[in-house]
């Protein structure tokens, strides 16, 4: 049987540029996990912005259609151009219902640019809500183009440093592409990088207790959404694997298929 190798990437700089792979982008406290949940409460489609001011000028000069903004500052609080947060608790109180979203968050959006800028053509959002549809879709595309995978940790202080939180989810993340690559009769190889994160599994006895004591743990509690870390901690509420979509004009843009992807 041929091997199929795994790899983590724990900031996004660390992305190798001249290597073909199947990226999947974690930002799983919280801007993944968003993303994936805006999906499936049947948002149309989602904008990644740096500046989401100019964004929304420009969609909302050039579509007929609601948009809204979902953003944070600095700090992970809401955005004041913003009509809610990248929150699951926010998420979850919004009809989204056939609505443009477009999305701004301090670390996972940047991600999505740095992916754009090093040429990679095949990105998944990853999260732990669709850990095992992502990872069954990665291995299926890696398969059939003859890549590896590498699980694209979007990290913290805009993806200067490594994230306990990402790291940890690129552990159970791979332990789901390990089954799927051997339903596809391939051997999974982890690299290095990948050890490190499934070795990572057996230092906390659950998911809630390695999201506390994250950084980005603390900030959720520093902002009064600790509900999150619990909420962003579940598996596979969701049959979603949306991929960014790279546009010739510099945008990423999360369209929703509304279908399910290798359930």
Not at 38 to 51: R, Y
Not at 93 to 114: E, P, Q, S, W, Y
């Amino acid at each position: 049987m041929e091997e199929l190798k795994f790899e983590v990437a724990y900031m996004p700089k660390e992305v190798k540029k001249d290597l073909p792979q199947v990226c999947v982008l974690v930002d799983v406290l919280r801007a993944t996990t968003a993303m994936i949940t805006m999906l499936d409460k049947g948002c149309s489609e989602i904008i990644l912005t740096d500046d989401e001011q100019k964004t929304l000028e420009e969609v909302e000069n050039t579509v007929d259609q609601e948009t809204l903004v979902c953003a944070e500052d600095a700090y992970g609080n809401v955005s004041e151009h913003a009509q809610f947060s990248p929150s699951l608790i926010s998420i979850n109180n919004m009809d989204l219902k056939d609505k443009r979203i477009v999305l701004k968050t301090t670390n996972g959006t940047l991600a999505g640019f740095t992916l754009w800028n090093s040429g990679k053509d095949h990105v998944l959002v990853g999260s732990l809500r669709n850990a095992k549809a992502v990872m069954d879709k990665a291995v299926r595309m890696a398969d059939e183009l003859g890549m590896g995978v590498v699980i694209v940790c979007a990290g913290r202080e805009n993806g200067e440093i490594a994230a306990l939180d990402d790291a940890y989810t690129a552990g159970i993340l791979l332990d789901y592409g390990k089954e799927a690559a051997a339903a596809l009769n391939r051997v999974p190889l982890f690299k290095d990088s990948a050890k490190i994160s499934t070795h990572l599994l057996e230092s906390y006895p659950d998911t809630v207790q390695a999201f506390e004591d994250s950084g980005s743990g603390e900030t959720m509690r520093r902002i009064g959404c600790k509900e999150d870390i619990k909420l962003c901690s579940v598996e596979n509420l969701s049959d979603l694997a949306p991929d960014l979509q790279f546009t010739a004009n510099g945008s990423i843009v999360v369209k929703n298929m509304k279908k399910v992807v290798y359930k």
